[in-house]
Structures are given as C-alpha cells and as structure tokens.
C-alpha cells in the first residue's frame, strides 16, 4: 500500500452532542481500538428508563478487529456500559489500577467477571497491537488514576485526553505528565480529541487542594455532626474529607452503596489513607457524641433514593437530621438536575440543618479544564488536526473556536456528531459516511427492547392518560351483547364524570352502527372507527388526548 493512501478513522459512538455515554472507536488497517465505554442517566421524558448506554452494532460487526477497550478514568459515564457491551463483544479491557477495582464491583454484579480479561496498566505503559500500539500518559481529574491515551499509528498519533484539568498541586502528588505530552507534540500528533465540558468557562479551574483548605474551616466552626454529600467517585475528596475529620478528632462513617464500595476498593488499593479506628460503621455513629462524627454520603445531586434525599425526607433508618447539623453538598448539580438538590436543600434547611452548598463557599471545584487549559493542552500538543469531544454542540464549536484563536487553520477542524466516520490522511480530515449509532434503552432487566414507539407511548400515558372501551359482540349476528364498558386511567374519574362518560357510551354506539350499516367485520377497522369517532368528542369536550385502547370480544 502506497504511504499517501494510508488513512486511520475516528468514529465517535458516543459522548458528542451530549454530555455522558463516552465511546470512541479509532481504527487503523486491522485493528479497533476503543476509547472508554460509558453509559448516561435517562432524560426527564424518559419515562422508566433506568440508564442509557450506547448502540455498538458497528463494533459487534466489526468485533475481528476490535482489540480492546481502553479506559482513561473510572466514571460511569467511561465506564458504565462495560457490563453491557461484554455481554456482545468477548474483548479484554485495560485501564489503571483503580479504573479496574471499580469496573471489578460492577462485573462481579453481572456475573462476568471470571470471564472477563482485565489487564492493568500505567503510564507510560504501551501496548503493541498488530498495527498500532497504544500508550497511557498520566493526566488529573475529580478521580485519581485518570490517563489520557496515544494511539500510535504509521500516520502519526492519534491523541485522546480523557476527561482532564491541569493541577499543580494534587493531592496523591501525581502531576500530569506535561513532559511526555510535549514530546509527542515535538515529534508530532496527527489528531487531538480534547475534553470540551468546561470550554466556555475562562481561566483555570481551581485546585482540589483548595477544597480540602474550606472542609477545614467549615471543620473548625461546626458544633455538631457534619454530613457531606459527594460523588462516590473522587477519591481525592474523600481523602481531604477523612483529613480535616482527623485533625479535629471526629470519626468518619460512609452511607450510600456506590460510596461503600468505592471507599472499600480504594481502602484496598492503597488510594485512601487514614489512621486505623477514623472509620467507623454508620450503626456505630450515636456511640459517638454528635461533634464527633463526620457522615459521607452520596446524593449531591438530589436522586430521590440517595441517602441524602432520604434523610431530608425523614425516610433513612439510620440517619435523622437534627438542629445543629452541619450539611455540605460538595458538587455542582448536573444540569436538570437542580430543581432535585433545591427541593433536598430546602427540606434540610426546614429540619434545622446549616447547609453550605455554594459554589462560593468553595466546597466544590470542577475536574474539567478551563480555556487556558485547554489552550495549555493544545499548545503543548501542537496537532496538526483538531476534532473536539465530550460535550454538547456548543462546548464543541467553542472548543474549535478556541483552536483557531491559537493559529490552527478551520480546514484542520471539524465538528462531528456521534456515528460520523472520520478519515484522516497526513494531510486531509474529511467525514465519509457514517455508521449505526445511538442510544440503547436500559429498563429493568431488559436492555434495548424498549424503544422509541414504547416511550412514546409513555409519554402519551403520562400527559393524557388512557381510555378503555371493551365490546362483548355476538359473532353470529354482529349485535352488541354487552358494553360498551369504559375505563379511565389518568384522563378522568369515572365516578365524577359520569355525563361525559355516557355520552363517550353514545359515540361508541354510533361507530359501531356505522360500521354494521357499511357491513365491516374487520376487526381491526371496527377498532379504528371506534378510535377516530370517540377521540374526537372527547379532544371537543375536554381539549385532551388520552390514549384509546378498543377491546371487542366475540361469542
């Protein structure tokens, strides 16, 4: 094969135009290498969907090729759909250690861990594949142990940052490894694919450390318990937490199941370091004076099953807020999510709480790089191509924007959406085509068999509710045996209703004297009529739409 039509592809699966559901397939000659494997949260018209997890068909058609899946961190929205797609693809999985511990707790749930191939790596690690290799260059995040990877190609490097920010000063000491991004940029990267979250924020996004400086002086002036409420996931949070709880004698006890098993994998690897009797079991709290104790919990974003919401809603077993409680949502709510941690904050702040949840109160800080990072990433880097990722379309223009500030011209940019096939030359980007991508609906136990007919369906039950007409007719004759009899469910109560209920008897009379007179005995035209003659009087009377559901039964 001539060098000039060697040509590597780039397919986003996931995480563009969106924030969540983080895939990325890259795709040289023979070999696939993916970029994480996360799931997002449901959408609030969404009705009973659990989570939503990415649509691999072109993967699964492609699985000679796929050689792995390679994690940059351990959040869900990189991870989550791990258990899933393992389910399709027999593929081994690599990521740094504690990457691995977490996704080991959610493969153990699914029953595939024993069959699973983990490999663990660090960075500056690379793994040879038949015609590219990949390697792991250390980055920071709000998880510790997140790398960025270089996929190594005959082109050049094909380069993914992770989600990442630059800190200084980080609390495990692990810096970002500048030096190693800089000599690839010196000797040359084809592609960047760069965080896009926080590219409209100017300046620098604050160090952790500086969190940990506020939990102490919140420290310090709280009088009784202190109740903290954090992603489960930040290992650095948790460490500053147990810190500040130790200087000042409190003992520290952990609520919410994704924070037992984090805490517990971390206690495990050697990520979070405590003196021996710090932790204690959330039975053992009330031995314990109440300025003594330090609770961390889950539910900062206000979900309505997580511990914090049942504390603010009197429902948790163990944990009762009191007068005196110091309470610190140590996040930012997700967007859409807050109008839930307003309703937890007000309902706390009712039962007595001290509650310091702002942003100004410098309880919280983002993992995610600000524009002069992410200009730092790029300058470091020096690409020769630019495709922005993890965000919604405006964080993806303004990230390109941000690139042509910096020099680079607009024909070495360009803007994808999830499923563009992206060809790369040394000396052209271009789309070409795309392939089958998408969201896949988790629902209970069923994964994809709710679809988007289902949650229209959903959604029309939710807004106007459902009528039910059932029909008993005599085949032999075509006479009305019995009914017609109507159900209502969400669209009005029968019992107070009963004038308009009895005339909607009337309008199904009609439709089916109307379909005897045109002699119709097609069931299926007998359940239209019946439809279209009964959704029309009741749109007249009530200005809704409930859903129409003829039942005829034959004797």
Same mark, same amino acid.
């Given at each position: 094969m001539k060098r000039e039509k060697l040509k590597a592809k780039i397919i986003p699966l996931g995480g563009i135009n969106e924030i969540g559901k983080n895939i990325t397939a890259i795709e040289f000659k023979n070999d696939i290498v993916v970029v994480d494997c996360g799931l997002k949260f449901p959408d609030e018209d969404m009705f009973g969907i659990d989570i939503v997890i990415p649509d691999i068909s072109y993967l699964v058609k492609n699985a000679h090729k796929v050689r792995g899946i390679f994690l940059t961190h351990g959040h869900e929205d990189h991870i989550g759909a791990i258990p899933y797609v393992l389910k399709q693809l027999n593929i081994p999985v690599y990521g740094t250690k504690l990457t691995l511990g977490i996704l080991e707790a959610k493969l153990k749930e699914h029953g595939l861990l024993s069959s699973t191939e983990l490999i663990t790596v660090k960075p500056r690690d690379v793994i040879k594949l038949s015609s590219v290799s990949v390697e792991f260059i250390k980055t920071n995040h709000s998880i510790a142990d997140s790398v960025a990877i270089a996929v190594h190609t005959p082109l050049g490097v094909i380069l993914h940052t992770g989600d990442f920010k630059v800190e200084y000063t980080p609390i495990d000491g692990e810096r970002m490894d500048f030096a190693r991004?800089?000599?690839?940029?010196?000797?040359?990267?084809?592609?960047?694919?760069?965080?896009? $979250?926080?590219?409209?924020?100017?300046?620098?996004?604050?160090?952790?450390? $500086?969190?940990?400086?506020?939990?102490?002086?919140?420290?310090?002036?709280?009088?009784?318990?202190?109740?903290?409420?954090?992603?489960?996931?930040?290992?650095?949070?948790?460490?500053?937490? +147990?810190?500040?709880?130790?200087?000042?004698?409190?003992?520290?006890?952990?609520?919410?199941?994704?924070?037992?098993?984090?805490?517990?994998?971390?206690?495990?690897?050697?990520?979070?370091?405590?003196?021996?009797?710090?932790?204690?079991?959330?039975?053992?709290?009330?031995?314990y004076p109440n300025e003594k104790i330090v609770v961390i919990t889950t539910g900062s974003q206000g979900e309505p099953m997580s511990v914090l919401a049942r504390m603010a809603a009197s429902e948790h077993k163990k944990l009762i807020i009191v007068e005196g409680d110091t309470v610190v949502i140590s996040a930012t709510p997700i967007p859409g999510n807050e109008k839930l941690v307003s309703k937890v904050i007000n309902q706390l702040c009712k039962k007595g709480a001290e509650v310091i949840h702002k942003s100004s109160e410098g309880v919280h800080v983002s993992g995610h790089a600000c524009q002069e990072e992410l200009k730092l990433m790029q300058c470091l880097v020096n690409p020769r191509f630019f495709v922005p990722v993890h965000g919604e379309y405006r964080h993806l223009q303004k990230h390109v924007e941000l690139a042509h500030s910096l020099g680079m011209p607009k024909e070495n940019t360009?803007?994808?959406?999830?499923?563009?096939?992206?060809?790369?030359?040394?000396?052209?980007?271009?789309?070409?085509?795309?392939?089958?991508?998408?969201?896949?609906?988790?629902?209970?136990?069923?994964?994809?068999?709710?679809?988007?007919?289902?949650?229209?369906?959903?959604?029309?039950?939710?807004?106007?509710?459902?009528?039910?007409?059932?029909?008993?007719?005599?085949?032999?004759?075509?006479?009305?045996?019995?009914?017609?009899?109507?159900?209502?469910?969400?669209?009005?109560?029968?019992?107070?209703?009963?004038?308009?209920?009895?005339?909607?008897?009337?309008?199904?009379?009609?439709?089916?004297?109307?379909?005897?007179?045109?002699?119709?005995?097609?069931?299926?035209?007998?359940?239209? $009529? +019946?439809?279209?003659?009964?959704?029309?009087?009741?749109?007249?009377?009530?200005?809704?739409?409930?859903?129409?559901?003829?039942?005829i039964m034959e004797i």
């Open positions: 991004f800089a000599e690839l940029g010196r000797k040359g990267v084809l592609a960047l694919l760069s965080d896009s $979250t926080n590219v409209e924020k100017p300046g620098y996004t604050l160090s952790e450390k $500086t969190v940990g400086e506020n939990l102490t002086r919140i420290f310090g002036k709280a009088k009784g318990r202190i109740i903290i409420a954090t992603f489960a996931s930040n290992i650095h949070r948790i460490q500053q937490i +147990i810190e500040s709880a130790e200087l000042y004698g409190r003992k520290v006890a952990v609520s919410g199941r994704s924070m037992e098993n984090i805490v517990q994998v971390a206690m495990e690897l050697g990520y979070l370091k405590m003196e021996k009797n710090t932790l204690i079991s959330i039975d053992n709290i009330n031995k360009l803007i994808v959406e999830n499923g563009d096939v992206v060809e790369i030359t040394r000396d052209s980007v271009k789309k070409n085509g795309s392939v089958t991508s998408g969201q896949v609906f988790v629902d209970g136990l069923g994964v994809g068999d709710v679809g988007n007919i289902v949650l229209r369906d959903r959604r029309h039950l939710s807004q106007d509710g459902i009528v039910v007409i059932v029909v008993t007719i005599d085949k032999a004759s075509g006479y009305i045996a019995s009914g017609p009899d109507i159900i209502s469910r969400g669209f009005v109560y029968v019992r107070e209703s009963e004038d308009l209920m009895g005339e909607a008897k009337n309008v199904v009379r009609y439709a089916l004297e109307k379909c005897e007179s045109n002699n119709t005995k097609d069931w299926a035209t007998i359940k239209s $009529t +019946i439809r279209d003659e009964l959704k029309g009087y009741l749109y007249e009377k009530t200005k809704r739409r409930p859903m129409i559901l003829p039942i």
